[in-house]
Nanobody
Framework: QVQLVESGGGLVQAGGSLRLSCAAS????????MGWYRQAPGKERELVAA???????NYADSVKGRFTISRDNAKNTLYLQMNSLKPEDTAVYYC????????????????WGQGTQVTVSS
């Protein structure tokens, strides 16, 4: 069992910056990949950025060049640095963690935080 708690959301003006944090606790040794997702009202949840345990990253096209995902494995913490924010970035941002599982399908357990609200005004 893994627990994830996001923090760092808030209200910012367009062009501003925020840094989101996700603190993992519980059986954190199982965690492999982690990521940030977001969901705006009336829209589907979408992947924003992901990072493997070894540091390989992937970003949605809409945030490339503006957002940076990172992780501190020693502190069991995931970060999302968000720069040049736009009103369309407004959403609830969720932290995700995957834990590989042997001997069954699906091959990973998926854990989610409670979300943190990011609102960008114009």
């Amino acid at each position: 069992q893994v627990q994830l708690v996001e923090s760092g959301g808030g209200l910012v003006q367009a062009g501003g910056s925020l840094r989101l944090s996700c603190a993992a606790s519980g059986d954190t040794i199982c965690i492999s990949a982690m990521g940030w997702y977001r969901q705006a009202p009336g829209k589907e949840r979408e992947l924003v950025a992901a990072i493997t345990k070894g540091g390989s990253t992937n970003y949605a096209d809409s945030v490339k060049g503006r957002f940076t995902i990172s992780r501190d494995n020693a502190k069991n913490t995931l970060y999302l640095q968000m720069n040049s924010l736009k009103p369309e970035d407004t959403a609830v941002y969720y932290c995700n963690a995957d834990c590989p599982v042997d001997g069954r399908l699906p091959r990973t357990d998926d854990y989610w935080g409670q979300g943190t609200q990011v609102t960008v005004s114009s």
